[in-house]
């Protein structure tokens, strides 16, 4: 990543967390919106940029197809959840719908990653799964190579859906933080930015509005933390939201609900973490669920 300009890096990111991301990292694509979503020019621009990602081992890109396979996605999403029974179905269909030049590189690959996190006390083998689906003959047991990807500091979503996402919002990285059990004993999570005494004070603020408004002003609040958008201070700025909100007239702006979309996705990711790794064997798998989290400026406190 270091000989990467910021226009690569960006265009990897978006790509790590684009509405047409998928379960697996291989999607389809349209240039002309994807250019427009990031605000460049489709031929001048965009396809430049996806040509040095390929060049560089980050992507795949059929020009055909117009498919693309983020090559270094299984660093930024655990492959034991697409192998998991809710996904697994949804998993073996997208990888059938890849360009089929690509399918063997990729399903060794998956089992790969699928390997470094396998526990040996665990009789279900994902792997397994991928041999019997697309008979590749016992010699794929075999313990892989290992991967020379290289790792970027992002997160990016697990899509649960079969096609592309309505969602066209800007995806910005998040900071919120803290996990927060509320009177309805549901979860808020607060901006990380916040002091001690401020959280104090925006929790007692947000005890009458509902769980699901309180959050999208916290997402709100975590967005404008980040813009540094807060000048007068968070509780004032808080104050002025709240009005707002009384009067039927807040908002979530773009870059509140690429909050709102990132901390979705991780809480996703986290409870998927929490359900199907075995915690108390998988140290590996923990340390990259911490690194994950601690990418994102996350951290959980009550």
């Known amino acids: 990543m270091s000989r990467c300009t910021i226009e690569d890096r960006f265009a990897l990111f978006y790509l790590l967390t684009c509405p047409a991301s998928n379960i697996i990292g291989c999607y389809a694509i349209t240039p002309r919106i994807a250019a427009a979503e990031v605000g460049w020019d489709t031929e001048s621009q965009f396809l430049p940029v996806l040509r ?118 800007t995806c910005k990285s998040i900071n919120t933080t803290t996990n927060s059990t509320t009177s309805k004993n549901e979860t808020l999570y607060f901006p990380s930015k916040l002091k001690e005494q401020e959280l104090l004070i925006v929790k007692k603020q947000l005890e009458k509005i509902t769980t699901t408004e309180a959050q999208d002003i916290l997402d709100e609040m975590a967005a404008a933390m980040n813009h540094n958008k807060i000048e007068k201070g968070a509780i004032q700025w808080l104050s002025g939201v709240i009005k707002n909100h009384e009067l039927g007239i807040f908002k979530l702006t773009s870059a509140g609900k690429g909050i709102k979309q990132e901390r979705t996705q991780l809480h996703f990711t986290e409870e998927t973490y929490i359900n199907r790794l075995p915690t108390d064997n998988d140290s590996n798998g923990l340390r990259k669920v911490s690194s994950v989290i601690a990418n994102l400026s996350y951290s959980k406190s009550c």
């Open 52 to 169: 040095r990602l390929a060049e560089g081992g980050f992507i795949k890109y059929d020009a055909d197809t117009c498919f693309v396979w983020v090559r270094i996605w299984w660093e930024h999403h655990h492959p034991k959840v697409a192998m998991g029974p809710t996904l697994c179905k949804k998993t073996m269909k997208q990888i059938r719908a890849m360009p089929t030049s690509w399918t063997m590189d990729y399903l060794d690959d998956l089992l790969t990653q699928l390997h470094e996190y396998r526990d040996p006390k665990d009789s279900k083998d994902p792997g397994k799964i991928l041999i019997d689906e697309f008979s590749l003959g016992s010699d794929r047991t075999s313990d892989p190579e290992p991967s020379d990807r290289v790792s970027t500091p992002y997160q990016s979503p697990i899509d649960t859906s079969d096609g592309n996402s309505n969602d066209n919002n």
